[in-house]
């Protein structure tokens, strides 16, 4: 029901549907029992069944939702696929279109650079409530109108004290990095302040973040899936997502991070360690090393489980 509908064209389009049969005694009834004035714009679920005053609540009431939860580590296709499968959109390529190149009037995205996917980390993972008939535009603001509640203030002021020099985009950059990396939440800050020591060493070759989930976020966009193990000559595809060949972060974010992979973003752990490598041992842990050669010994050690 569109917003500002009065009581006879809702009538009408009752009558049309077969869900009344009279529009003339739906006006009155209307009338008389007070509902004229109260229907809510929005779609509400009807059937034949029901009687005139059942249906006058019904259109009086809030509009039907539908509720989806989008959880921390998604990229922005996944999420299409995630509201495609719960009914939330109904063209998967109509939306991405509108992710990118829609107006959204939000100071953390002016001047971002030019990449695909131009919304990548920023469409905030949480459990959302939506109409029926939400526009494509206003799924998309629910999600930014969240990013930009979650990224506080406080945020913003400590990326100014990071060991390099950030901005916000580097930030959501480097937090769906930990995102990816840090299955076990209690690495996500020590993560966070291996990759920040790598930035910012005077060795080339350590400024090679050389991160697995980058690599996987370029076969994901490549076939659709990420790989169960990667092989040596994933790490040398020539795409500016590669942290094994380029240096520094890549040239955008891999997955929509959650607050805590932010918190750890603007807040790494002041640490020694250069290097991690998971453990491999279900625990979803790494172990952690300030030498290559110690790292090479975790290599050992980790890869026979």
Known sequence: MDKGTNTTEIAAKLKEQDLIKNETM???????????????????????????DEIMRVLSSEPATRMV?????????????????????????????????????YDFLKNLPKR???????????????DYNASDTEIIIKMLDNF???????????????????DMDKVVIMASIIEKEAQNPDDRYLISGVLYNRLDSKDKSLRRLQ??????????NQTGAYKDRLL?????VDDPYNTYMYEGLPPGPICCPGEASIKAAVNPDDTSYLFYVAKGDGSGGHAFARTYAQHQANINKYSTK
């Open 69 to 105: 939860t989008i959880p921390e580590g998604k990229t922005l296709t996944q999420i299409v696929d995630i509201l495609y499968k719960n009914n939330i959109i109904k063209d998967k390529e109509k939306f991405k279109q509108t992710a990118n190149t829609a107006e959204f009037d």
């Open 232 to 236: 040596y000559k994933d790490l040398e």
């Open 116 to 130: 695909n996917n131009r919304l990548e980390g920023y469409l905030f993972p949480d459990t959302y409530e939506y």
């Open 26 to 52: 739906f006006k009155l009834f209307s009338k008389i029992n007070g509902y004229d004035g109260t229907y809510k714009s929005g779609t509400h679920i009807l059937n034949s069944s029901l009687t005139n």
């Open 148 to 166: 930009d509640n979650k990224f506080k203030q406080k945020y913003k002021d400590m990326i100014e004290k990071l060991p390099v020099k950030m």
């Open 211 to 220: 991160v697995d989930a980058t690599i996987q976020y370029i076969i994901l």
